[in-house]
């Protein structure tokens, strides 16, 4: 949460894509908490005025070329709806793509600012209004669900079914972070009912058995 910690993860991500036959789209998270000593405004300062322009000169020098996408944890308590606009329409001016934590654990608003903004994507979901979602279909965003993580917090579902028959377009993803982590994609897909999930959590066959890129194979499963 600190400019050298995020520049070194970003490059990190950068460096990585040059050993993988897959292709990576990186996100610059810098607003993913508020740290111990300082508050909400600072650390939107700090992203916001010395972070961002730092990956717009990296950019610019041809580093970082896989750093495609801008998030923010735009929650109560730590980057609110306010902090959370300026943070993502610095990156959006910057040429980052905004996919961002909104409605996880609290109603505030999240969803309908991210419409308003053109993000490409938000995430979690678990507490949108009827407004958010129509808000979210209206501008095409996409709801990235993450099951295994409302179900490892103990959180209420999201509204999946509701923002399918509202017309938004609805992924699932991993969320694949120390805090709540699956080893299993198909964990969440390849069950009728999510009551299956109880006998056999992580338990079945993966769903990919090759990755194809460009016509070529670039991985297959072991057998």
């Known amino acids: 949460l600190n400019t050298e910690s995020e520049l070194k993860m970003l490059n990190v991500i950068d460096m990585a894509s040059g050993y993988l036959p897959v292709e990576l789209s990186g996100t610059f998270c810098g607003g993913h908490a508020v740290p111990k000593g300082t508050t909400e405004h600072d650390q939107t300062n700090l992203i916001v005025n010395e972070m961002i322009p730092l990956i717009i000169n990296e950019k610019n020098e041809g580093r970082l070329q896989t750093i495609e996408n801008i998030d923010v944890f735009c929650e109560k308590g730590n980057f609110e709806v306010d ?7 610095a990156g959006k001016k910057a040429g980052l793509a905004i996919n961002f934590h909104a409605e996880e654990l609290n109603q505030i ?11 490409r994507a938000m995430s979690h979901l678990e507490k949108v209004s009827d407004n958010g979602i129509r808000a979210m279909q209206k501008s095409g965003t996409v709801a990235v669900l993450l099951p295994t993580t409302a179900y490892m917090l103990r959180l209420f ?8 028959d509202s017309g938004v377009i609805v992924a699932l993803g991993s969320d694949f972070n120390p805090n709540a982590y699956c080893y299993s994609m198909p964990m969440f897909t390849d069950a009728p009912r999510w009551e299956h999930i109880i006998y056999q959590f992580g338990g079945h066959n993966a769903l990919i058995k090759h990755v194809v ?7 297959s499963k072991q057998t």
């Open 109 to 119: 608003g999240g969803a309908e600012m991210g419409a308003e903004i053109g993000a």
């Open 83 to 89: 902090s959370s606009r300026t943070i993502l329409e």
């Open 157 to 164: 579902p999201p509204p999946a079914r509701k923002m399918i």
């Open 213 to 219: 890129k460009n016509g070529n194979v670039v991985y």
